[in-house]
């Protein structure tokens, strides 16, 4: 599937696409591919962005950045599928990062 809009896509679809994108990502990175599985993982991570309900990302809360233990994000705003903030302790730079890769702080580990 070239040129994929996940926004029409139904959840079984997506959830085949992020299955789909994670064995390419592993494959890449098998063979030593590490641009290739940089732009997969890229990919996997926006298809599961539109998994996440957006009501469950709230602009002024905290969240853990799912593979980076000990980094938090402020989110402020959200634009599409990203969140739209600071990282703690960072340079108070504004970044976004997809809605995939936040996670509430409540949640277990």
């Given at each position: 599937?070239n040129?994929t809009n996940y926004?029409s896509m139904?959840?079984?679809e997506l959830?085949?696409?992020?299955a789909n994108?994670?064995?390419?990502?592993?494959k890449?990175?098998?063979?030593?591919i590490i641009?290739?599985?940089?732009?997969?993982?890229?990919?996997?991570?926006m298809?599961?962005?539109?998994l996440?309900?957006?009501d469950t990302?709230i602009?002024?809360?905290?969240?853990?950045?799912?593979?980076t233990p000990?980094?938090?994000f402020?989110?402020?705003y959200?634009k599409g599928r990203?969140?739209w903030?600071f990282?703690l302790?960072?340079?108070?730079?504004?970044?976004a990062l997809?809605v995939?890769?936040?996670?509430p702080?409540?949640?277990?580990?």
């Amino acid at each position: 599937m070239n040129e994929t809009n996940y926004a029409s896509m139904t959840e079984q679809e997506l959830r085949q696409e992020v299955a789909n994108l994670r064995e390419k990502a592993r494959k890449a990175e098998s063979l030593g591919i590490i641009n290739e599985f940089a732009v997969y993982e890229r990919k996997m991570l926006m298809a599961a962005s539109y998994l996440v309900d957006l009501d469950t990302i709230i602009p002024g809360e905290m969240y853990r950045i799912d593979g980076t233990p000990g980094e938090f994000f402020q989110v402020e705003y959200l634009k599409g599928r990203f969140a739209w903030g600071f990282r703690l302790g960072g340079n108070r730079r504004e970044e976004a990062l997809p809605v995939a890769l936040l996670a509430p702080i409540k949640a277990g580990k």
